[in-house]
């Protein structure tokens, strides 16, 4: 694939803006690659690991930038784009990747001059794992990209749509096109829910008096080590995204929160036809989930498990 911008822009160098710059120039999606990072050791770390031109201030890195891509905590986006703005080129692109975005929309909106581009993003992909060592080139592949592109604009804006979605497939990703409320209740379904009853499930573990701590971790290779790996998540972008999300994860909080006193009812009441029912549903959603190459069908996940 051919390359689509000749020069692009990150700021925050962390998990998926240092795995953009590593994508964007293996598959040849960029020529030149700036970078800024508002913490002076990320900056630093970044010269080290070579990912791109580093820059100390936010303005200069995005100066002559045909896409600016702000890879920051979703509580951070609106100073970012100010950051930034009196940098930006006239008919700049300018994205972002946070898993929320009504609330981001809002914020950078307002921070940016009239004369670029905001077509808000959000790439599917990501590890427990963050920092600028944490990126990984092919972190896009077969992974999701959801555009989420402002309503009633021109054929100019149409054609920057058009553009990042040709970067993005650049990168491996599969990119499809929603309006921001609804991304926001998916998300909240297949992201935030999950990760939140994680984060509480772990939290609870740690706190039962008649289980111990070294028990919990001793006997964690079962299902509470995977919850292990999804609690071990940034909790500062978690933060963010819970308190910029609330209305839709408050609603499938809702719903859960009701299944889940029925599931304790089916319990109590040794309703095991309904169990079976219960689990029986999650295991197709399962298989679909692989069938739609979503994650591997081999044993365990497909860890590598140590030889006894």
């Known amino acids: 694939m051919p390359m689509v911008f000749d020069r692009i822009a990150i700021l925050g160098v962390g998990l998926i803006g240092a ?16 970078l800024y990072d508002a913490n002076p050791d990320v900056r630093e770390r970044a010269r080290e690991l070579g990912l791109g031109e580093v820059f ?42 946070g898993s929320v975005k009504q609330a981001v929309v809002e914020a950078i909106a307002e921070a940016l001059p009239a004369y670029v581009y905001l077509v808000p993003g959000h790439p599917l992909a990501g590890t427990e794992h963050s920092g600028p060592d944490a990126g990984f080139a092919t972190l896009f592949h077969n992974r999701w990209q959801i555009l989420t592109p402002l309503p009633g604009q021109t054929d100019a804006y149409a054609a920057a749509v058009d553009q990042l979605e040709h970067f993005w497939r650049a990168l491996g990703s599969n990119v499809e096109r929603m309006d921001a409320q609804r991304h926001d209740v998916v998300l909240a379904v297949v992201s935030h829910l999950p990760h939140l009853i994680a984060f509480n499930i772990v939290a609870m573990a740690e706190d039962l008096e008649n289980v111990t701590e070294s028990e919990v971790v001793k006997y964690s290779a079962s299902g509470f080590r995977d919850f292990t790996r999804i609690a071990a998540s940034d909790p500062t972008m978690w933060r963010d995204v819970f308190l910029n999300n609330r209305d839709a994860v408050l609603e499938v909080l ?42 591997s069908p081999a044993p365990n996940w497909g860890r590598d498990e140590p030889s006894s």
């Open 19 to 34: 795995s953009i710059a590593r994508a964007a120039r293996e598959y040849g999606a960029a020529n030149t690659i700036a």
């Open 254 to 295: 809702g719903r859960f929160s009701e299944d889940l006193a029925a599931l304790q009812r089916a319990i109590r009441w040794g309703e095991g036809d309904t169990l079976y029912d219960l689990f029986d549903r999650a295991r197709r959603m399962r298989r679909e989930v692989i069938d739609a190459g979503q994650d």
């Open 56 to 97: 100390d201030d936010a303005e200069k890195a995005v100066a002559s930038a045909e896409l600016v891509v702000l890879a920051v905590p979703v509580g951070a986006m609106g100073a970012a784009a100010s950051a930034c703005s009196r940098g930006l080129r006239i008919g700049a692109i300018v994205t972002d990747v």
